[in-house]
């Protein structure tokens, strides 16, 4: 089923940098099939939740809860990083390896009570969405779930999800 998707990621190695190998996802989005084989089976791994809002982390993320928001019948609320959104937004700033980053969200962009899921394209550290769920609690929303298409396990980033319902479609 969704590991059968594996086969259209594409290995990229010393990418961004020297001992990287990244994950390339632009071989599964090109290919209509694949494309619509991830987002039928990121909603079957959800199937049963209410989901009001899908809350999804620029810029890959957007892809696959734009899509995901559409095929629940959920609004999307887009997270982008600091300076980006037009209206008043909430912030929180995290930790990266080298230095911070920021991430906000339009402060009425969700009303408070509201069922959300979190959707990124990629699990690993766990940094940058351990950073959303900050500001989805901020805005006082039920986080119903957090959902990846790629989890790099070796890199522990779901250990910062705790409680938290985690899915994702494709393991390395």
């Known amino acids: 089923m969704p590991a059968s998707l ?6 990229i190695p ?7 190998l990244f994950r390339d996802i632009t071989t599964l989005l090109k290919d209509k099939k694949a494309f619509k084989k991830a987002i039928d089976s990121l ?22 809860g734009a899509a995901l928001a559409y095929k629940l019948g959920a609004g999307f609320v887009p997270v982008r ?4 959104l037009p209206a008043e937004t909430i912030s929180v700033t995290y930790e990266l390896e080298y230095g911070t980053d920021t991430l906000e969200m339009h402060k ?6 509201s069922k959300v899921l979190i959707v990124d394209d990629l699990l690993a550290t766990g940094g940058t969405v351990s950073a959303v769920c900050q500001l989805s609690e901020k805005i006082k929303s039920k ?16 250990d910062k999800l705790k409680g938290l319902p985690v899915y994702s479609l494709i393991q390395y």
């Open 6 to 11: 594996k086969k259209y990621i594409r290995d």
């Open 14 to 20: 010393d990418f961004p940098k020297q001992g990287i």
């Open 43 to 64: 909603a079957k791994a959800v199937k049963g939740k209410k989901v009001d809002y899908i809350v999804a982390v620029e810029s890959r993320g957007f892809i696959f």
């Open 81 to 84: 990083k600091k300076g980006k």
């Open 108 to 113: 009425d962009a969700i009303a408070p009570g």
């Open 143 to 158: 986080i119903v779930g957090i959902i990846f298409l790629i989890e790099l396990c070796g890199l522990k980033g779901r």
